[in-house]
């Protein structure tokens, strides 16, 4: 079954103890992404990937850092999380073909006190 | 980057047709619409995707004029189960950077 997953799915921590929330894709696809939603904020994009070794920042990076030394894999990391850090998150991916069609994992829900 | 903008929300009632349109007055030549169904708490899932003039599967249509400024979901015949939020996302094929918009929230009553 294609699909994204994500770990955990949810997590309360404390401010500055580092964590990462995984992200994984069985579609082979190159394209990947993280967001953030908050309540009347939408989803924003935090970090995007082209593809291996490629990453860039979406509109909101700053406090967090992510890595592509897989295809599947791009692990979103938090090295000193702060309470403004909390928010439900996402991990998508898509081809990079003609398709435009983005598949979303299930959503990490991130509590920092 | 092509931004969107929606109706922050619509109401309906079961069995009608729902149309929401999306603006994106700089879209670019390579940009294709999407369109995302999101529940409360769960990611947003595709539904509908198009270049220009009308797409439909099996759940929707998807409506482009000539000149791609705007786009159109209909969701025929809508239910219950079609409470959710609703988003345009403008993307293009040669990168990943993103912007979704506030989306629509359709609220479907009895």
């Known amino acids: 079954e294609a699909q994204v997953t994500q770990n955990p799915r949810y997590l309360i921590t404390v401010t500055g103890k580092k964590l990462t929330v995984t992200c994984s894709q069985n579609?082979?696809?190159?394209?990947m992404s993280w967001y953030r939603q908050d309540p009347g904020l939408g989803l924003r994009q935090i970090y995007y990937?082209?593809?291996?070794?490629?990453?860039d920042k979406g509109d909101v990076p700053e406090g967090y850092k992510v890595s592509r030394k897989e295809k599947r894999n791009f692990p979103l990391i938090l090295e000193s999380p702060s309470p403004n850090q909390t928010s439900l998150y996402f991990c998508?991916?898509?081809?990079?073909?003609?398709?435009?069609?983005?598949?979303f994992g299930p959503g990490t829900r991130l509590t920092v006190t | 980057l092509a931004k969107t903008t929606q109706p922050i929300s619509m109401d309906s009632y079961e069995g009608q047709e729902v149309n929401i349109t999306c603006s994106h007055n700089?879209?670019?030549?390579?940009?294709?619409i999407t369109w995302y169904q999101q529940f409360p708490s769960q990611g947003p899932r595709f539904i509908i995707q198009?270049?220009?003039t009308k797409v439909t599967n099996e759940v929707a249509s998807l409506f482009i004029p000539a000149d791609r400024k705007s786009s159109t979901l209909s969701l025929p015949r809508v239910s219950l189960s079609d409470t959710a939020v609703y988003y345009c996302?403008?993307?293009?094929?040669?990168?990943?950077?993103?912007?979704f918009g506030t989306g629509t929230l359709l609220a479907v009553q009895p």
């Open positions: 579609m082979n696809h190159e394209y």
């Open positions: 996302l403008v993307v293009g094929g040669a990168t990943n950077k993103l912007i």
């Open positions: 700089n879209i670019a030549t390579n940009d294709y």
């Open positions: 198009g270049y220009k």
């Open positions: 990937s082209m593809n291996v070794e490629v990453t």
């Open positions: 998508a991916s898509r081809g990079a073909g003609e398709g435009r069609e983005q598949y």
